[in-house]
């Protein structure tokens, strides 16, 4: 019987808490440095590109491991010194100079690129990307878990990276002020009322987390409570105080999520004081938020995201545009004022209501529906109805397979996808360029300070 040699694994083998020196040769996808010990890839975050680094392997696997970076042997001339110390999500490039995150964020798209390799990809024109002046205080919205330390404070924050140790955040650079300042005060209103805190280890507790909104062009604040009973303790004392502390704050919701589940959001979301929505402005156009609808959380680079997304479709007064995951109707109606009609589609029910205000508000022809993409656009197709272009914005998942079959089969003339994950968007258009040429990508920085990064791509239809 013939033998078989066994593979060789690639590279040496690493131990947990074994010391390695790394030079590190670029930045992986969540903005992590990426270098090579003895041909094995390793993955070291807050390290950067031609940096030599001292690491501690965190993670040993056959083909690549992980390392937390103990000591910068040779630094990088892009490397500044953080705004936050804390160790948590949403900060991991604060370390990297402004200019130099703009260009890992169209770097981290060719990489997508050239994962997948879609027709043509080599071709591709890749436009710098659009940054922020001021790339800090542009977080609209704060989305902090509550819990109480070991010392019986109340404290608000996020979680520690790949754990469930909450840090408290008293400040935090990306945040707006004012979403800072209702979080902190509202925090020290429950320590002061002794409300029933939320214990994840027992699942015991009323307050699980304070989601907190503030709209750019009104200054009014949403704050929601986000409770695992029916009740929340105190409610009157607090809400009393609420409005003589913090004007700002003319809507107060209640969500309840009884669940013990990672999923902040349950299905039940009340009124407790003042009115049930803010509004928010870009251009010409007003939104009315609820709590649980989706708005873009950089209002400012949300215009110049929007902006570019006008510029690519070039819609013409006599077209008709679809608008898929259309969340408060923020893409259609901004980008539609001269078209014909507008139609859009979303799976939130309170957003596509929002929608329907919006568009009445901003005097567009409009019909929005609740609905799964794929489904309402098909649906549309089979009742007759054409349209001269589309514009999607879908979740990090990508398109559905069934919105991509329903796009080619029916290929409308104008095509625009807006990414929020250069991964997905990669794979996306391998099936999309069967129909469409990429006549180029659009880098927007939405989220600096972290590698996150959104793309507006121009489809061109094949003839």
């Known amino acids: 019987m013939k033998r078989v040699k066994p593979k060789m694994a690639s590279g040496v083998r690493l131990k947990k808490d074994q010391k390695i020196v790394v030079t590190i040769k670029r930045l992986g996808i969540n903005g992590e440095g990426i270098g090579y010990y003895k041909r094995k890839i390793v993955f070291i975050p807050k390290a950067l590109p031609g940096e030599v680094v001292l690491a501690s392997v965190t993670e040993a696997k056959e083909k690549y491991a992980k390392a937390r970076l103990l000591k910068i042997k040779q630094e990088s001339p892009a490397r500044v010194q953080p705004v936050d110390k804390y160790d948590v999500g949403g900060i991991e490039l604060e370390h990297l100079a402004y200019p130099a995150q703009l260009e890992f964020k169209q770097d981290v798209i060719a990489q997508a690129l050239a994962k997948y390799r879609p027709a043509g990809y080599k071709e591709y024109e890749l436009r710098p990307t659009l940054g922020m002046a001021d790339p800090y205080h542009y977080r609209n919205k704060a989305q902090f878990q509550v819990r109480k330390n070991k010392a019986g404070q109340v404290i608000a924050g996020l979680y520690k990276e790949n754990s469930h140790i909450l840090v408290d955040l008293p400040t935090f650079a990306t945040q707006r002020d004012l979403t800072m300042k209702v979080i902190n005060t509202v925090r020290k209103l429950l320590e002061k009322w002794q409300v029933s805190i939320y214990d994840e280890r027992k699942d015991q507790g009323a307050v699980k987390t304070l989601v907190v909104r503030e709209s750019f062009a009104t200054k009014e604040v949403q704050l929601v409570f986000i409770t695992r009973t029916a009740q929340l303790p105190r409610k009157n004392e607090m809400l009393t105080e609420i409005k003589q502390l913090l004007p700002e704050v003319v809507s107060v919701m209640q969500n309840i999520n009884p669940q013990k589940t990672s999923l902040i959001w349950g299905e039940e979301t009340q009124l407790l004081m003042g009115k049930e929505s803010i509004t928010e402005r870009l251009g010409d156009v007003s939104f009315e938020l609820s709590a649980r609808a989706f708005f873009q959380m950089n209002p400012l680079q949300t215009k110049v995201l929007y902006d570019e997304v006008k510029k690519a479709l070039e819609l013409s007064p006599n077209e008709t545009l679809v608008d898929a995951y259309c969340g408060v109707g923020t893409i259609g109606l901004y980008v539609g004022k001269e078209a014909k009609e507008i139609r859009g589609m979303d799976i ?79 794979r996306d258009l391998v099936a999309l360029t069967k129909a469409y040429r990429v006549e180029y990508i659009r880098s927007v920085d939405m989220f600096p300070q972290t590698a996150r990064v959104e793309a507006v791509v121009k489809l061109v239809r094949r003839v």
């Open 348 to 426: 939130v029910a309170e957003a596509v209501a929002d929608a329907k205000i919006n568009a009445k508000k901003a005097g567009r022809n409009a019909i929005y529906t609740t609905g799964k993409a794929e489904t309402v656009i098909l649906k549309w197709l089979k009742e007759g109805f054409s349209f001269d272009a589309l514009v999607v914005d879908p979740p990090r998942t990508g398109l559905d397979e069934a919105l991509i079959k329903a796009i080619l089969k029916y290929r409308p003339a104008k095509f625009v996808y807006v990414s929020c994950n250069p991964s997905t968007l990669a």
